[in-house]
């Protein structure tokens, strides 16, 4: 079988910047892609066209495997066949990417199966398809992501030796939801990103530091993520939401209160801890 694995994202920032007319939300967010995620295998001879083990999530056309698997074929002229095994180790819905990951995963090993010598532009052209979170991976690293996810602009940021700490809180959040509530909240954007970038350290981020816009309204609205929170900050310092999921991370350096910062999730948290490096 041809195996790839789908790394995961965290949003450092994100920023929410209006509403437009279509409904949808203008973006400006720092994606950094860490070394942690699902795994995912193509079988040429299977009969069925998905098979997850770990989390549950859909076996059917419903799955961004399949959908990636199909627009595939049918962009290259390819009849559709075989099918993909999905280990599925990271919370669907938990603003890690994972799902958008597992996509381009499919784009990477049916590239290769078929010996196709395929750019990413193109490529590219079949994940807009997908979701916008597909087109940040085909660049992967970190990336400022503005507009609808579409527009991705490669960044150098240091990686500082972190490592990055992650988990999930068992309230879950639906993105509609998530932005719905921001819509009617009244709240202006923080412009995390432009602050971040007039500064750009990770390392100096603290407990002050809330770069998630959509944190304040969904701490409104799930108690226990809220108490999270706050519990962190004050015993450790910089925490954050990611996406508009129920995921959460924190980055420290190997050996500083590494140990208590896995007993802290752990303790709270119901998916998790979970570690990974930076790609950056």
């Given at each position: 079988?041809?195996?790839?694995?789908?790394?995961?994202?965290?949003?450092?920032?994100?920023?929410?910047?209006?509403?437009?007319?279509?409904?949808?939300?203008?973006?400006?967010?720092?994606?950094?892609?860490?070394?942690?995620?699902?795994?995912?295998?193509?079988?040429?001879?299977?009969?069925?066209?998905i098979?997850?083990?770990?989390?549950?999530?859909?076996?059917?056309?419903?799955?961004?495997?399949?959908?990636?698997?199909?627009?595939?074929?049918?962009?290259?002229?390819?009849?559709?066949?075989?099918?993909?095994?999905?280990?599925?180790?990271v919370?669907?819905?938990?603003?890690?990417?994972?799902?958008?990951?597992?996509a381009?995963?499919?784009?990477?090993?049916?590239?290769?199966?078929?010996?196709?010598?395929?750019?990413?532009?193109?490529?590219?052209?079949?994940?807009?398809?997908?979701?916008?979170?597909?087109?940040?991976f085909?660049?992967?690293?970190?990336?400022?992501?503005?507009?609808?996810?579409?527009?991705?602009?490669?960044?150098?940021?240091?990686?500082?030796?972190?490592?990055?700490?992650?988990?999930?809180?068992?309230?879950?959040?639906?993105?509609?939801?998530?932005?719905?509530?921001?819509?009617?909240?009244?709240?202006?954007?923080g412009?995390?990103?432009?602050?971040?970038?007039?500064?750009?350290?990770?390392?100096?981020?603290?407990?002050?530091?809330?770069?998630?816009?959509?944190e304040?309204?969904?701490?409104?609205?799930?108690?226990?993520?809220?108490?999270?929170?706050?519990?962190?900050?004050?015993?450790?310092?910089?925490?954050?939401?990611?996406?508009?999921?129920?995921?959460?991370?924190?980055?420290?350096?190997?050996?500083?209160?590494?140990?208590?910062?896995?007993?802290?999730?752990?303790?709270?948290?119901d998916?998790?801890?979970?570690?990974?490096?930076?790609?950056?």
């Open positions: 079988m041809h195996t790839d694995v789908s790394n995961i994202k965290i949003n450092l920032t994100l920023d929410i910047l209006n509403l437009r007319n279509d409904g949808y939300h203008d973006i400006d967010s720092l994606f950094l892609e860490v070394d942690y995620g699902d795994k995912i295998s193509f079988d040429p001879t299977s009969a069925f066209p098979k997850v083990k770990g989390f549950d999530v859909p076996e059917d056309d419903s799955n961004l495997v399949c959908r990636a698997h199909a627009l595939f074929c049918e962009h290259f002229g390819i009849k559709r066949e075989g099918g993909f095994h999905l280990c599925k180790k919370p669907p819905g938990s603003g890690f990417g994972s799902g958008s990951s597992n381009w995963s499919v784009f990477r090993i049916l590239s290769n199966f078929y010996g196709l010598k395929i750019d990413n532009d193109d490529l590219q052209g079949i994940a807009t398809k997908i979701g916008s979170d597909v087109f940040y085909s660049q992967g690293g970190a990336c400022r992501v503005s507009g609808l996810g579409e527009n991705i602009e490669k960044v150098q940021i240091e990686n500082e030796g972190l490592q990055v700490v992650f988990g999930a809180i068992d309230e879950p959040v639906l993105t509609p939801d998530a932005y719905g509530w921001w819509d009617l909240s009244g709240f202006e954007s412009n995390s990103t432009d602050s971040f970038f007039s500064n750009p350290s990770i390392s100096k981020l603290g407990k002050d530091s809330i770069l998630n816009d959509l304040r309204v969904i701490c409104l609205k799930r108690e226990k993520m809220k108490f999270f929170l706050n519990s962190y900050r004050k015993d450790y310092g910089f925490i954050s939401m990611t996406g508009s999921g129920n995921g959460i991370f924190t980055l420290c350096k190997e050996g500083s209160d590494l140990n208590n910062i896995m007993s802290f999730f752990e303790k709270h948290c998916y998790g801890p979970k570690i990974g490096s930076l790609i950056i």
